[in-house]
Structure formats: structure tokens, C-alpha cells
């Protein structure tokens, strides 16, 4: 039903559009250069006042109406709610909604169908107040704006100022977003650490907490506090992450010497989309292969050097880890490689320095800070990479530097806490936001030092 | 170093010939960028201890001449060089030749200075390293020293040898560029447009300083100002769409120049 007042304001905005235009080119009779701003800009004009404001009211409409009904319906059906707690509540409204509106149903009974009739009579008036809304503000803000239309009108500054907001609005619509996750990690994690003190959590060596309970029967509460110790998860974290930077860094970082400064422009044209198909691929089957082809592989060599390797190590996810992230070290690389001004380098060579005594003393050492950030970037990449540790490194949260051995991350525990069947309020599901903010705040650090060491690299050459 | 170069410099007068030698000869040089011809068949002679000026307009082939000299075109992909340069009557572009060693030789400062982003005595001293010029830190030290004092640098930076080269002034840079260039005591420095990034007071710096370092070295300047040509060189050479128009003694050059086109440029008629 709204759906069409959308589309129908849609192709309104394009009639005004045109109109806009028309009525511009016919103030000044056909004399397009009097106008003071472009007849496009009067067709734009006209379409945001006919449309613009209708379509806001639409938005907020949808954002603010499900709350409203709901309410309305717990209002009118007060007395048969009365003795319920907050999740019947919750599931007497979520019934009704789904009868009304198609959906799954819990258990139907007569008091819901009635709270769906009445569902479905105030959504029918709500949707009839909306167009007549929509269609009222559509009109005169279509008639207003037709009005001013004129030789002399600045419309072309009302574009601009609308625009500006729009645009303003977009940006903020992405901050909002980040805030309202971040502050859920934290106020989840607040819960949590209720339960158990944060300093057992943060310096805790023992994880296990599909145990969290001590057996049936015992209260709710009880939670032992002693198995969130997230030391482990952190240090094979970062044993996984260091195998992959062994990895990618050194081959990353030669690739992009090589692209940038050594291959012939077709080769250059050719090898860095390929490398850079290595991003492309779904870290899933990155994790297929760790698990299937590159883990037994090592383990195969293990073995035929006499040494005991677990099926799923650290090793192995570690490095079909680094391969991962190799094309978004060499990548970055390459670009501040490629920032280095030509005439540093045609400077070393004039003195007679060869091509690798030029990259060795002079370009590196000017792409060092930009070279480290793009470290810190993969870095922080690898600390947040899932799919490849799930599927090739393990789930025992084992304390070892031993890359040879099964280990566990952040990640990984954190899809095994919230996977399956769950209360979202136990100690065990909340942990995992605890751990999202510990994984939070790594990658952000990590982001500010890298973003920092590229401003002062910046400063160098501006 | 410096008594290797007065040695030479000895040498050379005990021979006796006043007329100065002939430190690099071109002879039929042609460079190609990919399809386009930018020079055609340039024959010019390098003098020992002179300063030969190359002037021309724009895109006339000074530059593309001078970077032949010690092989920096062969950094262009593209480019490619015929014809035949001699250094000592030695082939540069012989596959034996170190380009290397060559470049050691014939130094060179460009338009734009280019100081690496290191200290000043590191700018200084990277020649002499990857050379292995110096056989101790005292050597080098004394190396990085004479170079400056010869770029006429030293007294404004000795109190600060260990700060950025690049938060010098242009002026400052560009000596700098030149000390670099002096420290691994080249036979031949090749100028391309030296002054053209500098203000008048740098420029006329910079200018004395060439004059001084003909004593010691051969050097070929690449310049669009003519007051320049006239001012620090002896010999110059006029280009013109990739043609050697015309080469001579710069103060015949500019009083009574052979050919027509060199009179209107360096009268400011075209150009």
C-alpha cells in the first residue's frame, strides 16, 4: 500500500521536475540565459518541495507507527494483558502482529484474534492517513514551490542548501549507526562483567564456558566465574595473527616492490588485479582450504619429521591466513611505494646507486611509516578474520605459544557462544559482547596508530 | 679526494695543451620516446673544466640530451637512445660500461632539488657509501665536510648536520643537492635547469657556485634564462625541435651568433 505512494511520489517528483523546468524556460520566454539559476535547477527545485517532504513523512511514519499501534493495542486489550509479564506481553502483541499480517505463529487463541482484528483496523486507518498526509503536503508543497518559480528566483542555492542537508544526513545516519553498536557492545558487556568481575574476564586463564553452569537443577544465577578467562582466546589471537604476518608481510611487502618499482607497466597492468583477486576470494573457502588441503598437509609433515601436529593448528590457519591478507599488504604498499616522488629515486640514481640500493636506502625508508600503517591495517584484519580460525585452527582454548597445537581466538569463541538455541540475558551469550568489545577496542587502537603514522608520513611530502 | 683531483688537475697542466680537452663527445645522438623522435643526430662536444650551457625553448631536447650523457634516460622505458657518446673516449652506452660507475662519474643535479628525506649528512654521505668511498667514519666525515664547504653549504648547516635535508630553503637544498652530487667527486656534473625552482638571491648562489666548481669539474647545464647562459658559461649550444642548431664560445653565441634562430631566441623573439 505504501509502496505505491513511493513509487507514485516518485514519478510526481519527475513530472516536477519537468514542470519546474518548463515553467522556468517559459518566465523568461525561451531567453534561458536571464534566468538566474539553470532551468534544471527550478525543475529540481520543484521536484524536492512536491516530493521531499511527502517522503519524509513517509519515513518517519514507518519508523514511528509499529510502536504507536502496538501500544494502542496493549491499551485496548489491557484487561486481558493485565496478569502477564513483559515477555507474554511481548509474544501476545508479536502473535497478533503475525495474524494480522502474515508470519509465524506462536499459539492462537481467541483474545489474539481479536487484538489482530483490531491490528488490521488501525493499520488499514493508519496507512489511509499517511496518503491523505503524503498527498497533502506533496500538493502544496508543490503548489508553494510552482509559485516562486521566477526569472529572478535563486533556486539553484535551494538545491544547493537541500542537498547539503541530505548529504549531512546520510553521514550521520552512518556515525548514529556506529555509536548505537558500539554502545551496545558496551552496555551488553556492562551486564555481563555484573556477573562476572572484569578482571576475571580480562586476565583469566581458563575459557570454558559451555560449562558455565555447575548442572541442572541449580539456580539461574549461579555462574561460575572462574571459566571466562579470556587470556587464552587473546593469546591465540595473536599467535594466529603473528604466523600470518610472518607470512604477509614479507611477501606482501616484496610483491609491492616489485609491482611498483621493477614490473613493466603490462606486466604491472596484469599482476596487480590478480593479486588483488586473492581479497576477492570468500574467507569460507579460504577455511576449506586451511582445513582440508593446507592442514593436513602440515600435518603430514609433522609427522614425516617425527613431530606431533594437531589436525587443526595454529599453523595452518595462521598461514592460509597471511595468504589472505597478502594483496592487502602489497596493496597498500604499492600505493605509498608509488607516492615516493620519482625524482627521490632519479636523485639515487643519478649518484650511481643501483635499482635495489635505491629501494633499500632511499624508498623504503620514505614509505616506512606509510608501509607500517598498512601493517597495522592487516593486522588489525587478521584479529578480526573468523571464517578461516572456525574451520582451521580449533576450538579448545588452549594457553600455548606452540603454533604446532590447536588453539582458539576472540572470534571464534564468540560465534560458538551465540550459536544455537539461547537465552540472551546468561552469562555464557553475554561474554561474547564482552569479547567484541575487547576486539573492539584492539582494531580501533590499531586503526588510530596506523591512521596516525599515515598524517605524519603525509606531512613530509606536502 | 681533493688531492686526487689536483692531482689531476696538476697532470693536466704538465701536459701542456692550453686548449681545453674534450671530456665527452656526442656524436649523431638520436633519442626515441616510444614513436616520437625528440632528437635528431646531435653532435656536440664536452670541454674539460668549462661550463657548456644548453639552451633552447621548451620541448627542444636539452634535457633529453643532457640525461644521455650519463645514461638517466634508460630509467624511461621507452626511451631509446642511437648514435654514439664517448666519456674519455670511452662508449657509455657500450654493454661493458657500469652504468653504475658511469653515473659515478657524471654526476647529476636536477631541476627540482631533491633532497632525500634524511639528515643533511646522510644526504651527503650517501654517495660515498654505496660507493664505499670512505674507508672509515673519520674519512667520510671528512668527506661529507669538504663536500659542503665546496657547495658553499657548510657554514649555514654545520651546527645542524643531523637535521632533515628537507626543511632546508630551496636555495640550501639545491647546494645540497649539489654537495651530494660533488661527494662522490664525479669528473662531469650535468645541471638540469639547477635555478629554475630558486629565487634570484639563491639563483645568483648557486650560479657563483658553478663558476667555482668548473675549476675542479666538467659541468653541462641545461637553462631557460639566457642572462644565465651568458653569465657562468663559456661554451653554449643552441636547440631547437630536437636540433642541434647551432654550438660555440657563449660570448660569440650571444654577440654574433651564426644562425638566425639563435639570434631571435636569445633576443627574447621567440621562445
Known amino acids: ?462 | 679526494m681533493n688531492i686526487m683531483t689536483e692531482a689531476g688537475v696538476e697532470q693536466k697542466l704538465s701536459s701542456g695543451t692550453n686548449a681545453p680537452l674534450i671530456k665527452m663527445k656526442g656524436e649523431k645522438v638520436s633519442v626515441h620516446y616510444g614513436e616520437k623522435r625528440a632528437l635528431f643526430d646531435v653532435d656536440l662536444d664536452v670541454r674539460e673544466n668549462q661550463v657548456t650551457a644548453l639552451i633552447g625553448p621548451s620541448g627542444c631536447g636539452k634535457s633529453t640530451f643532457l640525461r644521455c650523457l650519463n645514461r638517466m634516460n634508460d630509467t624511461i622505458d621507452i626511451a631509446r637512445v642511437s648514435g654514439k657518446i664517448t666519456l674519455d673516449g670511452e662508449d657509455v652506452y657500450d654493454p661493458k660500461i657500469d652504468v653504475v660507475e658511469l653515473r659515478a662519474r657524471v654526476g647529476m643535479v636536477f631541476q627540482k632539488p631533491n633532497p632525500f628525506p634524511k639528515s643533511i649528512y646522510e644526504n651527503v654521505a650517501y654517495g660515498p657509501r654505496i660507493h664505499g668511498l670512505a674507508r672509515s667514519k673519520a674519512e667520510l666525515d671528512g668527506i661529507v665536510e669538504s663536500s659542503l664547504k665546496k657547495a658553499g653549504l657548510f657554514n649555514e648547516v654545520k651546527d645542524r648536520l643531523l637535521e632533515s635535508g628537507t626543511g632546508l630553503s630551496g636555495g640550501q637544498q639545491q647546494r645540497l643537492c649539489i654537495a651530494r652530487a660533488i661527494a662522490v667527486s664525479p669528473e662531469v656534473i650535468l645541471m638540469d635547469e639547477p635555478c629554475s625552482a630558486l629565487d634570484p638571491i639563491a639563483t645568483a648562489r648557486v650560479e657563483e657556485l658553478i663558476d667555482e666548481l668548473r675549476q675542479n669539474y666538467t659541468i653541462v647545464i641545461v637553462t631557460h634564462s639566457m642572462q644565465q647562459a651568458a653569465r657562468v658559461s663559456q661554451r653554449t649550444a643552441m636547440f631547437h625541435l630536437g636540433y642541434l642548431v647551432e654550438e660555440g664560445a657563449t660570448d660569440k653565441m650571444f654577440t654574433n651568433p651564426d644562425d638566425k634562430r639563435t639570434q631571435d631566441y636569445i633576443t627574447g623573439r621567440f621562445g
Open chain 1, 1 to 462: 500500500m505504501v509502496g505505491y505512494l513511493v513509487v507514485l511520489l516518485l514519478l510526481l517528483a519527475a513530472a516536477a521536475y519537468w514542470i519546474g523546468r518548463t515553467r522556468a524556460i517559459a518566465s523568461v520566454n525561451g531567453d534561458v540565459a536571464r534566468l538566474h539559476s539553470l532551468p534544471g535547477q527550478h525543475g529540481m527545485f520543484l521536484a524536492l518541495f512536491a516530493a521531499g517532504p511527502a517522503l519524509l513523512a513517509i519515513v518517519l511514519w514507518s519508523l514511528v507507527t509499529p510502536g504507536i499501534e502496538s501500544s494502542i493495542i496493549a491499551d485496548r486489550f489491557s484487561s486481558e494483558l493485565s496478569g502477564m509479564g513483559v515477555p507474554q506481553v511481548e509474544a501476545f502483541i508479536r502473535d497478533a502482529r503475525a495474524m494480522a499480517f502474515g508470519g509465524v505463529v506462536g499459539f492462537a487463541d481467541p483474545a489474539k484474534e481479536a487484538a489482530a482484528a483490531a491490528y488490521k483496523s488501525i493499520h488499514t486507518t493508519s496507512t489511509w492517513i499517511i496518503w491523505a498526509v503524503a498527498l497533502v503536503l506533496s500538493a502544496s508543497g508543490f503548489y508553494w514551490a510552482y509559485s516562486r518559480i521566477a526569472q529572478a528566483y535563486r533556486a539553484r542555492h535551494v538545491v544547493e542548501r537541500v542537498l547539503r542537508a541530505f548529504l549531512i544526513a546520510c553521514s550521520v545516519v552512518a556515525i548514529l549507526t556506529t555509536i548505537g553498536i558500539v554502545l551496545s557492545l558496551i552496555f551488553e558487556s556492562l551486564r555481563f562483567f555484573q556477573q562476572v568481575p572484569f578482571y576475571k574476564f580480562l586476565f583469566g586463564t581458563h575459557w570454558s564456558p559451555q560449562s558455565a553452569f555447575t548442572g541442572a537443577g541449580t539456580e539461574a544465577g549461579a555462574v561460575n566465574q572462574d571459566i571466562f578467562g579470556m587470556v587464552p582466546l587473546f593469546a591465540g589471537t595473536l599467535l594466529i595473527t603473528f604466523i600470518a604476518m610472518l607470512v604477509a608481510a614479507p611477501i606482501g611487502l616484496m610483491a609491492a616492490i616489485y609491482l611498483s618499482d621493477y614490473a613493466s607497466k603490462s606486466v604491472r597492468a596484469v599482476a596487480k588485479p590478480v593479486l588483488e583477486i586473492l581479497a576477492g576470494i570468500p574467507t569460507v573457502v579460504y577455511g576449506f582450504f586451511a582445513a582440508l588441503t593446507v592442514a593436513p598437509y602440515f600435518r603430514g609433515i609433522g609427522e614425516s619429521l617425527g613431530l606431533n601436529v594437531a589436525s587443526e593448528s595454529a599453523l595452518a590457519a595462521g598461514v592460509v591466513m597471511g595468504i589472505m591478507i597478502i594483496p592487502f599488504v602489497s596493496s597498500l604498499s604499492d600505493d605509498v611505494i608509488n607516492a615516493v616522488p620519482q625524482s627521490l629515486r632519479d636523485g639515487s640514481a643519478g649518484l650511481g646507486a643501483t635499482k635495489s640500493e635505491t629501494i633499500r636506502k632511499v624508498v623504503l625508508p620514505a614509505a616506512l611509516p606509510g608501509i607500517v600503517s598498512a601493517m597495522l591495517l592487516a593486522v588489525s584484519r587478521a584479529i578480526g578474520e573468523t571464517m578461516i580460525v572456525v574451520m582451521a585452527a580449533g576450538l579448545a582454548a588452549n594457553l600455548t605459544a606452540n603454533p604446532l597445537e590447536a588453539v582458539t581466538t576472540v572470534t571464534v569463541q564468540i560465534v560458538t557462544l551465540l550459536v544455537g538455541d539461547q537465552e540472551f540475558d546468561s552469562a555464557k551469550t553475554l561474554a561474547a559482547f564482552a569479547l567484541g568489545l575487547v576486539l573492539f577496542c584492539i582494531t580501533l587502537t590499531l586503526n588510530i596508530v596506523a591512521l596516525r603514522v599515515v598524517q605524519k608520513y603525509r606531512e613530509q611530502y606536502d
